[in-house]
């Protein structure tokens, strides 16, 4: 069975950095696309970031181009994002996903808090 | 950026209802575009895949179809369980897009 474990999140003041950690099982995490999916309170979802599976290129939302960085680390299957620069706007639950384009398995979620 | 529009976004329906949800694209997607699921405190999951590919487990009364910049969601004889946010995703083009979501209530 598939699982993603999210955690890394909490409360941070304005322009402070955080790193958000997916722990994955179940299936061949070097062999698949990851995404990192956000969602503010009260709000729809938004695309964040996303590996590639087959060469490790890596893609962001233009809000956050710059100051987020997404990496894994595949002898530990997992996945992470790397946050710097943090805005109040940034405050959401943070899922991460298996997969590139269509997302199979989503996890629990990690809301960071952008707030002094 | 490519923006999905959808509609409605609130809908109140009775089970058994057939419901029809649309996700129009700003620009020509082919057929890169995904529908999910949430329930209330729970994460999204995904229903359909590529415009109208089902997906193992979901149940046969959801289905998709359209191409190009007009997509829809069909939920056949609506259960109670199906009141839930549908969102439709592109990953077409980055930066990859979600609609704004449709609410749908169960009477």
């Known amino acids: 069975e598939i699982h993603l474990v999210e955690s890394g999140g909490g409360l941070v003041q304005p322009g402070g950095s955080l790193r958000l950690s997916c722990a994955a099982s179940?299936?061949?995490?070097?062999?698949?696309?990851m995404s990192w999916v956000r969602q503010a309170p009260g709000q729809g979802l938004e695309w964040v970031s996303s590996?590639?599976?087959?060469?490790?290129?890596?893609y962001y939302a233009d809000s956050v181009k710059g100051r987020f960085t997404i990496s894994r680390d595949i002898s530990r299957n997992t996945l992470y994002l790397q946050m710097y620069s943090l805005r109040p706007e940034d405050t959401a639950v943070y899922y991460c996903?298996?997969?590139?384009?269509?997302?199979?398995?989503w996890g629990q979620g990690t809301l960071v808090t952008v707030s002094s | 950026e490519i923006v999905l529009t959808q509609s409605p976004e609130f809908q109140s329906v009775t089970p058994k209802e057939k419901v029809t949800i649309t996700c129009r694209a700003s620009q020509s997607i082919g057929t890169s575009l995904h529908w999910y699921q949430q329930k209330p405190d729970q994460s999204p999951k995904l229903l359909i895949k590529y415009a109208s590919q089902s997906i193992s487990g979901v149940p046969s009364r959801f289905s998709g179809s359209g191409s190009g910049t007009d997509f829809t969601l069909t939920i056949n004889s609506l259960e109670a369980e199906d009141g839930a946010t549908y969102f439709c995703?592109?990953?077409?083009?980055?930066?990859?897009?979600f609609g704004q979501g449709t609410k749908l209530e169960i009477k």
């Open positions: 996903a298996k997969g590139q384009w269509e997302l199979y398995h």
């Open positions: 590996i590639s599976g087959s060469d490790d290129s890596t």
């Open positions: 179940g299936f061949t995490f070097s062999t698949f696309g």
């Open positions: 995703h592109q990953t077409t083009g980055f930066p990859y897009t």
